[in-house]
């Protein structure tokens, strides 16, 4: 089976809503933490992910990131991929797709979880894991738990997602423009994309507004109209 458009088998963008819509199935990421499935979601970030300090054309620490691995592949995990955070930035047309897995069957029963990617997405691979698909996809970076940014107070919504605290501010935005019902955000408390992660979501038509906590590790949208920070 194809993993570019593959469903995903975390909250179903359109479809599920935790505590508002059916019970069929859960939604998605956030943090630096879980898994398990989610639809499709689409995201173009406009909140920068930006490393503390001033750059410097001199110093070591301007010179260009090293993709930890590539976009596209099958990665063994603890071979080719070492257990930790990842980031993709600038995927477009929902192209990119990415999938934890327990094994490297392929048959669907070794999924752990997956996601159909725009704009920007974190992902926590676990040393249980034994493999990591991505297709489609900007190289991932590893992320340092550490390192400090400059959070922004405005993201775009389709930017995919966020990591509060880093890329932006904690506190109450508001989208306005949303139709079709085809706003779909979600508050994680870590990025392994199961529906344990999930503190909250909704599918959105008109204006939305959402408090993100300080609490909470990452804020996912897409399809959504740009977010702004009121309060």
């Known amino acids: 089976m194809g993993m570019k458009g593959k469903a995903v088998l975390g909250a179903v963008v359109g479809v599920v809503v935790i ?4 019970a069929n199935a ?11 499935h989610s639809s499709g979601k689409g995201s173009s970030a406009s909140a920068e992910h ?41 995927n477009t047309d929902d ?13 669907t029963d070794s999924l752990l979880a997956n996601d159909n990617v725009t704009g920007t997405s974190y992902v926590t691979v676990k040393a249980t894991d034994k493999l990591f698909k991505s297709s489609g996809c900007k190289d991932w970076e590893a992320v340092d738990p550490k390192a400090k940014g400059s959070p922004a107070s405005k993201m775009a919504g389709r930017g995919g997602m966020f990591k509060v605290g880093t890329d932006i501010a904690p506190g109450t935005y508001r989208s ?21 992660s999930i503190i909250a979501n909704n599918n959105v038509t008109g204006t939305a507004v959402v408090t993100i906590k300080a609490s909470d590790a990452y804020f996912k949208t897409t399809g959504c109209g740009d ?3 009121t309060a």
């Open 50 to 90: 930006r490393s503390g300090g001033k750059k410097g054309a001199n110093r070591p620490e301007a010179a260009a990131k090293k993709a930890a691995f590539d976009g596209d592949g099958d990665f063994q995990v603890g071979k080719d991929v070492k257990p930790g955070t990842y980031r993709t930035s600038g």
């Open 26 to 36: 859960g939604g998605s990421d956030k943090g630096d933490d879980s898994g398990s």
């Open 95 to 107: 192209m990119c797709y990415w999938e934890r897995a327990k094994d490297a069957s392929g048959e």
């Open 19 to 22: 505590g508002v819509v059916s």
């Open 176 to 196: 306005t423009g949303n139709a079709d019902d085809s706003c779909y955000w979600e508050r994680t408390k870590d990025a392994e994309h199961g529906l344990d």
């Open 227 to 229: 977010w702004k920070k």
